[in-house]
C-alpha cells in the first residue's frame, strides 16, 4: 500500500478557504428559506459540521505552519553554517560562472592570490590566475567542467610566483540537469612537493655530498650500457679510493672528514662532462661514470686515460679546510691523493655489477702499485657475464 503524504500548508489553506465559502453559502441559503424551521431541513446542522471540520483543518494548518517554521529555521542555520565552513575553510572555495569568470571566493582563496578584498578578484577570468604554461591544459579541463564532467589537477600560479596549487572543477547543476556553474576547490601544496622532491633526493643522492648514491649510480650505469648497445659507442667506469683518509678523521675529528669529502666531491664533478655520472658509495669511494666516448675501443681508452688523469691531478692539489675544534675556528692544510681504478665497456658487456667488480679490481691494483695513479684493467672476460 501507498503511504499516503499528510496536507501540506498550501493544502490546508485551500481547503478551510473552500469549507468557508460553503458554510456562508448554507447560511445564506438557510436565511432566505421559510421552512428552516421544519424537521427536514437541516442546514444548520450541516453548517456547524463544517465548521467543526475548519476547526479541525485549522489546528492542522497551525501545526503544520509551526512545522514548517522549524524547517526553515534548520534550513537556515544550515545555510549559514555551510556559509561560515566556506568562508573559514583551508582551502579555496571559489565559483565560476559559464563565461569563466570568477563570482565568489573565500578568505582562504583571497589569500591564495595574494589578495585581501573580494574586489580585486571578482569577475576576472579564472585563468588569468593560472601559469601561461599550464593555461592551455587547465583551459580543456574548464570546458570538460562546462559539459558535466569533475576534473583534478595541479597548476602554478601567476601572481604567488613559485606556488604551486592542486585544484579539482565541479560542475553544478540545475533541476533539468543543466551545468549553471562551476566550483572549483583549490589547495596550496608547494610544502608537500617541495616535502616529496626531498625525499626523492634524498632516496638517490648522498647526505653529504649531494652525489648520487649507489642506488641513481646503478640506474645511470644501466641507461648508459643501454645507450652504448643502441650507439655502439663504449663507455667507462672509475673506481677511487682516498690514500690519505682516514689519518684527517683520526686526528681532526669528522667535521674535518666531512669537508675533505664535500671538496672532492666538487673537485670531480668540475673534471666532468655534465653528461657523466660521479657518485658517492659511501665512506671515501666515489664511482665515475663515462658515457658515449667513442666507437674505437683504442680511443675511448684514450680518452677515459685522460679524464682519469685530470681527476688524480685535481685531487692531488692541497686542500684548505676550516673547521669549528673546541669552540676554534681553525684553518689547515691537508694533502691526500686518489688510487683510480678504470674499465672500460662496449657492445659485449651488459652486466652492471661484472662492470663495477673490475674498476673495483683496478683500484686495489693502483693502491698495491704505489697508491696516487691510475690503473686500466683488462678487458672483461666475456665468457663469465
Not at 39 to 67: H, N, Y
Not at 183 to 210: C, P, S, V, Y
Not at 315 to 327: F, H, N, S, T, V
Request: proline residues 2%.
Amino acid at each position: 500500500m501507498t503511504e499516503q503524504l499528510p496536507p501540506s500548508v498550501d493544502d490546508l489553506q485551500a481547503e478551510i478557504k473552500r469549507l468557508n465559502k460553503i458554510i456562508q453559502s448554507l447560511m445564506n441559503h438557510a436565511e432566505r428559506n421559510t421552512s428552516i424551521k421544519g424537521s427536514e431541513f437541516t442546514l444548520f446542522q450541516t453548517a456547524i459540521m463544517l465548521e467543526d471540520q475548519v476547526k479541525g483543518r485549522t489546528t492542522e494548518l497551525e501545526a503544520a505552519l509551526k512545522e514548517n517554521e522549524k524547517m526553515n529555521r534548520a534550513l537556515r542555520q544550515s545555510e549559514n553554517n555551510q556559509r561560515v565552513l566556506i568562508e573559514n575553510a583551508p582551502v579555496s572555495i571559489h565559483e565560476i560562472d559559464m563565461d569563466g569568470r570568477i563570482i565568489s571566493i573565500n578568505k582562504a582563496g583571497l589569500s591564495m592570490n595574494g589578495l585581501t578584498e573580494e574586489g580585486a578578484i571578482l569577475g576576472s577570468p579564472y585563468l588569468d590566475h593560472v601559469s601561461v604554461s599550464d593555461r592551455d591544459r587547465v583551459a580543456g579541463l574548464l570546458e570538460k567542467a562546462y559539459a558535466g564532467e569533475t576534473s583534478h589537477f595541479e597548476y602554478d600560479a601567476v601572481i604567488m610566483s613559485g606556488k604551486t596549487f592542486k585544484s579539482c572543477f565541479v560542475p553544478i547543476l540545475n533541476n533539468q540537469s543543466s551545468v549553471t556553474k562551476i566550483m572549483g576547490i583549490t589547495e596550496d601544496i608547494t610544502e608537500r612537493k617541495k616535502a616529496e622532491q626531498q625525499i626523492h633526493h634524498f632516496a638517490f643522492n648522498d647526505a653529504l655530498t649531494q652525489l648520487p648514491n649507489r642506488r641513481l649510480l646503478h640506474d645511470r650505469l644501466r641507461l648508459a650500457i643501454a645507450a652504448t648497445l643502441r650507439s655502439g659507442m663504449h663507455g667507462a667506469v672509475m673506481f677511487l679510493d682516498l690514500d690519505n683518509f682516514k689519518p684527517l678523521n683520526d686526528t681532526h675529528g669528522h667535521e674535518a672528514g666531512d669537508l675533505l669529502l664535500i671538496e672532492v666531491a666538487h673537485r670531480l664533478t668540475a673534471c666532468l662532462r655534465s653528461t657523466d655520472t660521479v657518485a658517492r658509495i659511501g665512506g671515501d669511494e666515489f664511482v665515475v661514470l663515462l658515457s658515449e666516448l667513442h666507437m674505437d675501443m683504442s680511443l675511448s681508452t684514450e680518452q677515459a686515460l685522460r679524464v682519469a688523469e685530470k681527476i688524480r691531478a685535481s685531487l692531488a692539489r692541497p686542500y684548505i679546510l676550516k673547521c669549528d675544534q673546541e669552540g676554534r675556528a681553525v684553518t689547515m692544510e691537508h694533502h691526500c691523493t686518489a688510487s683510480i681504478g678504470l674499465t672500460l665497456f662496449g657492445t659485449n658487456e651488459r652486466c652492471e655489477e661484472q662492470i663495477l667488480k673490475a674498476a673495483d679490481k683496478a683500484m686495489y691494483r693502483a693502491k698495491e702499485t704505489g697508491r696516487n695513479r691510475v690503473y686500466l684493467s683488462e678487458v672483461i672476460n666475456r665468457s663469465e657475464q
